[in-house]
């Protein structure tokens, strides 16, 4: 019997759900149809399950393609020139049809408005509609809509239209409808561009919650204390090219990363301008920033 | 500049969505916040006058707006809508910027100059033959942006401007924000950023469930970290990091919070 080397270490211990990569992306090219330019320009990159992957980069740099790659969307919605592997739970995307994916991978799109199917009266039946597509029996449809509902705060709405939402809102029934098809890996393209403050913490936190769960969580985001906050890993693309691929800390730290269009978070910018840092390596986060204000060397 | 008082509104004739506004609007710069469904946009569209107040009065320059329709009103008020694709649906990118200047009956030269200067400023100059459905979502923000900075509106008013912005494009949309304060212009947006909120406005309306819960300048209203929370909002990063550093004044930008944290760490040092 072959022995699955990736889930037990060294001394033997059962290391079940550590360290299983859910998204492998091997020198990966595209190219729009009747585009000269590459999209995306030798991707690489893997996703353990349970991590939660930042995409950052100015706009037009290839991040929603790097997420449309992952649905397979690219290449076989998209067609065009493709090259390289994209493996998601196992499954080569080349090889497999947008349907097989759409069960193993879940997406919400940049623009909640152009997520919404029209076709639905009520937002509890906007949310159940892709179980209902899965073909699940009633019961547990009803289930997974109302905990989508209720984790996603947005269950006071169930029988509004779903037109009649806020921008805010409507992002919310569109994160709630994907997490109700309980995928293995979820890709968010700007999860939290039109949700207030509060509202965007706890998606946040839901995703966290999630990806305690095991889920795979990618997403793009343009508030970079978001990510340098939630997610394990940043890659930054310009360009269609991979800048970087590392933790926050390392990232910001180490790498010039305004060369790249992408400001390092407020804080790690305020302790550069003020602080000599111990171990060469900036805070990112509030917490990690009122710490080191308070007990490293400042330069006055 | 802008009077609204008792107002009162609702979509369906039941639930209220705004319940007895009262605000003056000045010359300041105001930022609207509060959590998604508060009224925001309702109280920005009653004033752009897309929507009739149920009850109570709107007065913009003395005169109450019910007494002209929303189109006489449009060479007065300007808005960029939260959803471009609600806003645009013209050919061409220039087309597209050109139509709302025409259309108040700006002279064809003049409706040209403007547009072209307003596609500059938000740097799409250079796309002027292209489609606008054929943009990707933060150009289709910025081109609605432009098409209401080239009719040369009294009152710019802004639903989430932000929205699917880089930091290239946020600094374009800050430096818009204070060009048309320096041309005297009222500008007002409805925001979820706080950090842009802290560096471009001066006054600050939060709202909660249809009702004015604080006002006031914007250093003020981000020290209520109390009754924000009831609204579903956190003060921006850098004046969180200032409360955290034991900051005795509040820093709406990473230079004041420079500044004030070496004073600070000097005083305590001893160090002049």
Redesign the interface.
Known sequence: MMLDVRRINACGLNLEGCGVKKIIVEHLKYRYPQSTELALNDISFEAEEGEKIGFI????SGK?TLCQALTGLVPHFYRGAYGGHVTVDGMEVMSSSISEIAVKVGIVF??P?TQVTGAKETVYDEVAFGLENLGLPRGEIITRADAALKLLRIDRFKDQAPF??????MQ?MAIAGMIAMRPRIIVLD?PT?????????EVYQALDDLSAQGLTVVLTE??I?KVARYCDKILILQNGRSMAFDTPAQLFSAKNTEAW???P???T??CR??LRPPAGVYPVT?AE??EA??NWE?I? | MISVSRLHFSYDGKSEVLSDINIDIDQRSTAIIGQNGAGKTTFIKILKGLLKPGSGKVTILGEDTAKRSAAQWAGVIGMVFQNPNDQIFKKTVLEETLFGPLNIKMMPKAARENAMEALSAVGLADKTDSNPYDLNLSDKKLLCIASVLAMNTRVVIFDEPTIAQDWQGMERIKNIIKALKVQGKLVMTVVHDMDFVAECFERVIVFNEGKVLLDGSTDYVFTQTDILRRACVSPPHIVQLGALAGLRRVCLTEDEFVLAYREKRCEELGVS
Not at chain 1, 193 to 201: I, N, R, V
């Open positions: 980069g100015c706009n037009g929603s940049q623009n408005f009649s939402l806020s921008g805010g809102q919310r700007e561009s039109q949700l207030d403050p509060q509202g965007s913490d343009h508030k204390e269009g992408v400001r978070p407020v804080y910018r305020v301008e003020l509030l920033a009122g204000l308070a400042v006055l």
